[in-house]
């Protein structure tokens, strides 16, 4: 990875935008070529002005790929994109640029451009951010704890970055926000098309962002290609659940690939869901069952978790030792209660919205 050209004005940042936009829309122009390309001759802008002579010495470019730089109809596109931006709202942020995320500096082949909706946090080479993936088809156990880890990150200022799918990713998107926290949803679209229909008000409430033109619709290979953005943007990456050969999966070996840390929920044995993260905990994952286990691995301190209400002495010491799953058995170790006392403290905090009862376990709502 090059270091970003410099552009003192905002002209020339205007300029280089356009002209990465431009490449963007060249045919068979991916990430990897771009960064050649910058790589070789140091800007976008002046990649463009090249001649073919110069340009046919640029690695990764064959004859097909070159008969298309510095054609019309790509910088036309690009053109019409910008003015598309303005009327929807929506921030384009260029490699090189001022506001570019510093982390994806972790990738091979990051975004020549971003498209970014809403208001988005400096992303420095290791931010303070937490990417939580998992599977759609989530076990209530895995949701009912996605929900308690990322309100618990939201409430010690760490970010929460996901995908926006169902399942995990809108669990944690969800008690993000609820709990007061910033989050931000990498799309494997457009960010003007949020391809689940139930998430639409859910998205309205997150910062997008997505490597992709406006208008551009769902499509299954572009998804793989997001999870590198979730792993290279997040200091570490959570792994709920999650088979083997998954997309959680891939997002932790991308998360590996750009040298961050790998965490990891236990699952219930025998479901196949908690087969990746079984896997991964093997490989050397952080096993991961509160919050503290992630703060203590990034060395961020403490965790701020939400203030206990005020309840009956039996319940709040109940709740108190609900900071990760926990079996009947280990709460009534922590609390030294008798099983009757205990089943009642429970009854009652369930009752209330704060406790629930899933697969086997208590967990803090």
């Known amino acids: 990875m090059i270091s970003g050209p410099s552009f003192s004005t905002p002209s020339q940042q205007a300029e280089e935008l356009l002209a990465l936009l431009t490449l963007r829309f060249t045919p068979r122009m991916g990430p990897r070529r771009i960064q050649s390309l910058l790589e070789r001759f ?60 510093a982390a994806l500096d972790a990738l091979g082949d990051p975004p020549a451009v971003l498209w970014v909706l809403g208001p988005l946090p400096e992303l420095p080479t290791v931010p303070r951010v937490i990417g939580v993936v998992g599977t759609r088809a989530a076990s209530p156990h895995a949701l009912a704890l996605t929900r308690q880890l990322a309100a618990d990150l939201a409430r010690s200022d760490v970010t929460v970055i996901s995908g926006l799918g169902r399942g995990i990713d809108t669990a944690a998107h969800r008690a993000s926000l609820e709990a007061g926290g910033l989050s931000i949803g990498i799309l494997g679209s457009a960010v003007n098309m949020i391809y689940s229909q139930e998430n639409t008000a859910l ?50 070996t991308h998360a590996l690939e750009c040298g961050r840390t790998v965490f990891a929920v236990p699952g219930l044995a025998g479901d196949p869901r908690a087969a990746g993260p079984h896997r991964l905990i093997r490989d050397g994952a952080v096993l991961t069952e509160s919050v503290q286990d992630i703060l203590n691995e990034m060395g961020w301190g403490q965790a701020r978790t939400a203030p206990l209400p005020d309840l009956p002495p039996d319940q709040a010491r109940v709740l108190a030792a609900l900071n990760a799953p926990s079996t009947l058995d280990s709460v009534q170790a922590a609390t030294g209660l008798g099983l009757p006392e205990l089943q009642t403290a429970l009854v009652m905090l369930q009752l209330q919205g704060l406790a629930e009862e899933v697969g086997g376990r208590w967990v803090r709502r």
């Open 203 to 252: 998205a309205s409430k997150l910062t997008l962002m997505s490597e992709y033109p406006l208008g551009t619709g769902p499509a299954t290979h572009h998804f793989p290609i997001r999870n590198r953005l979730i792993a290279a943007l997040s200091a570490g990456t959570l792994v709920m659940e999650g088979e083997l050969k998954s997309g959680s999966l891939i997002t932790a």
């Open 42 to 101: 140091g800007s976008a802008r002046a990649a463009l002005n090249m001649p073919l002579t110069e340009l046919r010495h640029t690695p990764g470019l064959d004859s097909k790929t070159l008969e298309g730089i510095g054609t019309a109809k790509p910088a036309q596109q690009a053109e019409a994109e910008l003015d598309k931006l303005v009327r929807a709202g929506v921030t384009l942020l260029g490699w090189g640029l001022p506001g570019y995320p």
